[in-house]
């Protein structure tokens, strides 16, 4: 039998404290490995704008390099739904019938539990420990202390100070600072559209003025979010030129197919996903949705893909032969002009020799059948 310490936390950024309470619990506890949870959509932190989890699960694993009884666990993160602490623990309970389970949180967090999802659920499935940060005062009936140090640092400090440019490296493992001084993390930009010029080649940054405003227009003619699709459309080229972007890809952890490695055109799509979280704070996940798919696309579109799918293609600044023809079937009917864009795409290809994406076939077929039932 195994004694499990599990820490969650947003982990927004992990910082020295959290790796200290583990160490402390895992020593005063006798534990045997310690599983650091990054959250995913905590329901207690819906209204405010939060890193995307996956890029925050990407330094705890940097963090705890090193550490051979750390684990981190995107178990959450992965997950649609809310994570509630007791999902999770039920999680854990499957993979580990036969082991005891302690959940380590912050002296804070007791004094809410009460007002936790399901507290007595909770308490039968495993041993709470509290992290004492202050002086001792912390008592509690279900609660055993861990007995730690005053640590002056909180996620939320080190994220201001950043974005004030001020020192941090007192409260970082090396390893994450440095991720989050290359990805430009924490950095407030105010004004997208200037940031995004210093990342592009002139003809690249007005095309994606075009892309913005036909986003836009497309938008208000099929009710989606106008918002949304001009940040899409803005931001979906934001890695084109990137450089070192392969170097970036292994950085930010991106998973890139056969057909992508052939053709590295198609690359800054995923890639420009995760540096639009990165470098613009954007944690829409609609919007980055937007920017993976605008090259490759998928049969499953969100109606924000289609509209910045088509938008790339059909800007005012493109002049391929059958681009008019694609951009009035745009105004009129979304699908068609996909189908086209895609059809057009797959020609363009083919004549240059260059390997085809079977996303293209499929959404051809998909859409094929779609247009077809129309009246
Ligand atoms: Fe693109
Ligand atoms: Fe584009």
């Known amino acids: 039998m195994c004694k499990i310490g599990i820490l969650g936390g947003t982990f927004n950024p992990i910082h020295l404290g959290h790796i200290k309470i583990a160490l402390e619990a895992k020593k005063q506890y006798d534990l045997d490995k310690v599983i650091f949870l990054t959250s995913g959509n905590p329901p207690h932190k819906q209204n405010q704008t939060i ?3 996956k890029i925050r699960h990407i330094m705890v694993k940097r963090a705890l390099k090193g550490y051979n009884d750390f684990f981190a666990c995107d178990w959450e993160v992965n997950r649609k739904e809310y994570s509630y602490t007791l999902d999770s623990l039920m999680h854990f309970k499957e993979i580990y019938p036969n082991d005891e389970l302690y959940f380590i949180i912050g002296g804070d967090s007791l004094r809410d539990f009460d007002k936790w999802h399901k507290p007595l659920e909770i308490k039968k499935l495993c041993t709470i420990l509290v992290y004492d940060r202050d002086d001792g005062s912390i008592e509690s009936d279900f609660a055993k202390v861990i007995k730690g140090e005053k640590f002056d640092v909180s996620s939320s ?4 100070k950043i974005a004030k440019g001020e020192d941090v490296s007192k409260y970082l493992p090396a390893e994450v600072l440095s991720f989050i001084l290359r990805n430009h993390l924490y950095q407030n930009v105010p004004d997208f559209e200037k940031k995004l010029k210093t990342m592009l080649k002139p003809e690249r940054f007005s095309h994606s003025l075009g892309v913005r405003d036909m986003a836009v227009e497309l938008a208000k003619i099929y009710g989606c979010d106008v918002k949304k699709a001009e940040i899409a459309g803005l931001l979906h080229d934001n890695a084109k030129n990137m450089p070192d972007f392969m170097e970036k890809c292994k950085d930010l952890e991106v998973e890139l197919d056969e057909i992508e490695l052939q053709n590295p055109a198609l690359i800054h799509a995923k890639l420009g996903a995760e540096t639009a979280k990165c470098e613009f704070g954007v944690s829409d996940s609609e919007i980055i949705d ?3 798919w605008h090259t490759i696309g998928r ?20 002049t391929f032969p059958d681009v008019k023809m694609i951009r009035n ?6 699908d068609k002009a996909l189908y086209e864009c895609v059809k057009s795409s797959v020609r363009v290809n083919k004549k240059d020799n260059k390997p085809i994406h079977p996303n293209a076939y499929n959404i051809m077929k998909e859409f094929e059948k779609k247009i077809n039932k129309k009246p």
Not at 157 to 160: G, N, V
Not at 304 to 309: Q, R
Not at 329 to 334: G, H, M, R
């Open 290 to 292: 937007a920017i993976r």
């Open 299 to 318: 049969t499953e579109m969100s109606l924000l893909e289609k509209i910045v799918f088509v938008a790339d293609l059909t800007e005012m600044g493109r």
């Open 51 to 53: 890193l995307d989890g």
């Open 157 to 160: 400090r080190i994220r201001e």
């Open 329 to 334: 079937y745009a105004k009129i009917d979304l």
